[in-house]
């Protein structure tokens, strides 16, 4: 890892750590992005390089993207398009965040501050926005977004169930094997679940 990296995430870390622990101290509402970027020795711009709102360093996220070589991978890759959909979720949070587990205190402060959950809800809904359109392209045909009262043909049912199936199993990942991901092993995890849910649907069918 080159200097400037380490320096980066060096820097991600001290302002994350600043505003979870102001939050759990004061509550999201008394503090001020200029209470975590004192706290963590940092700019107020700076923390602007790092965050667009105080929620999200709280939460230790910032707005999802996908690089074009997570997309390079979903087309071109030999799996089968669950797998390969819940390949492209985790490159979209591992984008968004320099800490993908916090080894649940993240979901301790979300459920003492139920305010936060909205912009929990943004932020998984960009993912819609990121990953989606793509599934929409593998199955040639148009992105139909999940909340929009329109018709779909039965491509479009199918990349959005597949989009909604493979975001359920990465929750169930992250949910049910807390440990394995916050040690940053989370494929272990993946796979576990995807078989999981396939072993239901096949007994269930």
Do not use: C
């Amino acid at each position: 890892m080159s200097l400037r990296e380490r320096n980066r995430r060096e820097t991600w870390s001290a302002l994350y750590e600043a505003a979870a622990s102001l939050a759990e101290e004061r509550g999201p509402s008394a503090v001020t992005v200029d209470d975590i970027a004192s706290r963590a020795g940092v700019s107020k711009r700076t923390f602007f390089n790092y965050f667009g709102t105080k929620e999200d360093a709280m939460l230790g996220f910032r707005e999802p993207r996908l690089t074009d070589a997570a997309v390079a991978a979903f087309r071109g890759g030999d799996g089968t398009l669950l797998d390969r959909t819940v390949a492209l979720i985790i490159a979209a949070i591992h984008e968004s965040t320099d800490l993908p587990s916090t080894g649940g205190r993240r979901l301790a402060l979300v459920r003492a501050h139920p305010e936060l959950r909205g912009r929990l809800d943004a932020l998984a809904g960009m993912l819609e926005s990121l990953v989606a359109p793509n599934i929409a392209d593998e199955l040639a045909t148009d992105h139909v977004p999940l909340d929009a009262p329109a018709e779909r043909d039965p491509d479009q049912r199918r990349a959005a169930a597949t989009f909604m199936l493979a975001t359920t199993i990465v929750r169930f990942a992250y949910k049910t094997d807390l440990a394995q991901v916050a040690a940053g092993d989370e494929r272990p995890a993946l796979d576990a679940a995807l078989d999981l849910f396939r072993d239901l649907l096949r007994k269930e069918s």
